[in-house]
């Protein structure tokens, strides 16, 4: 069995140093059944052998060795860029490309939209969560687009948001491991997040959830506002906050892939856009 591409199911078997963090957590729902839409992670291995099929890995070492811990954003950003623009100059691996196609089926490519997301090792560990700090790309459908998409993912763990993350966090700057799940996309009317513990008070009684219309992708870029709603886990209790709500990210007709921002009607903007039932 490859371990360059895992499915969902294969995926249950391996720990964060293979699949990253945000790939292990979803290995873990998976394996409890919840019904996580289906997917596939490209490992750490591919990651690495990307890097080093196009002859990228001691470039890549020469320039975050320039870093040496600096947390000037503009030193971090040109570095960044350097990168960035070495790594975009290749396709993904036509061995990567061919494993995305045998892990999905053609149909499938052909007919679904599909979300390309990025995995870290270190990645919702204690005090790093990532979150927002690498590209996701959303309603991609097609192998070329997922490819495409694939390699702008590999590239931002590269970009200057995560460095200087990792710099702030005291994570390594010369051994960076990351994964690219591919999953199928789910269209959300609202979406947001939850937070199992509150996390103002750490409260474990306490759920926090902001949702706002359109993508999740709308509260965790902090582009769009969203309702925010405390839910005693333990009690028939629940505490909101309608935030004016003008606009949304949802999927771009128009071009056939991504999102794009649209205004909400005024009419919406003060709405709640969870019922207390849901």
């Not at 509150?198 to 969203?226: K, M």
Request: with cysteine.
């Amino acid at each position: 069995m490859s371990t360059l591409i895992l499915t969902a199911q294969q995926a249950v078997k391996y720990g964060q140093d293979v699949l990253g963090g945000k790939a292990w957590n979803m290995a873990w729902l998976t394996r409890q059944g919840f019904p996580v839409p289906d997917w596939c992670v490209l490992t750490t291995g591919a990651f690495s052998r990307q890097i080093e099929v196009c002859g990228l890995r001691e470039y890549i070492a020469s320039q975050v060795s320039l870093l040496d811990g600096s947390f000037d954003p503009e030193k971090v950003g040109q570095i960044a860029q350097s990168i960035q623009l070495e790594i975009a100059k290749y396709p993904l691996e036509k061995a990567l490309r061919e494993e995305i196609l045998q892990a999905i089926p053609a149909g499938k490519l052909s007919a679904n939209y599909f979300a390309v997301r990025s995995s870290v090792v270190g990645e919702d560990a204690e005090g790093a969560s990532f979150a927002g700090q690498m590209d996701s790309h959303l309603f991609q459908r097609g192998i070329d687009a997922i490819c495409e998409s694939v390699v702008e993912v590999m590239k931002s763990a590269f970009n200057q948001r995560a460095l200087l993350y990792r710099i702030q966090k005291g994570l390594p700057v010369n051994d960076i491991k990351a994964s690219v799940i591919i999953q199928e996309m789910v269209e959300g009317q609202v979406s947001g997040v939850m937070f199992t513990a509150h996390p103002i008070t750490g409260c474990r009684h306490q759920a926090l959830i902001s949702a706002a219309w359109g993508c999740g992708e709308g509260v965790v870029s902090g582009i769009c506002n969203a309702d925010e709603y405390t839910v005693d886990l333990f009690a028939d209790r629940l505490q909101k906050i309608i935030n004016e709500k003008d606009v949304a990210l949802v999927f771009d007709q128009d071009s056939g892939r991504g999102t794009k921002e649209v205004q909400i009607e005024p009419e919406r903007h003060k709405v709640a856009c969870l019922s207390d039932s849901q």
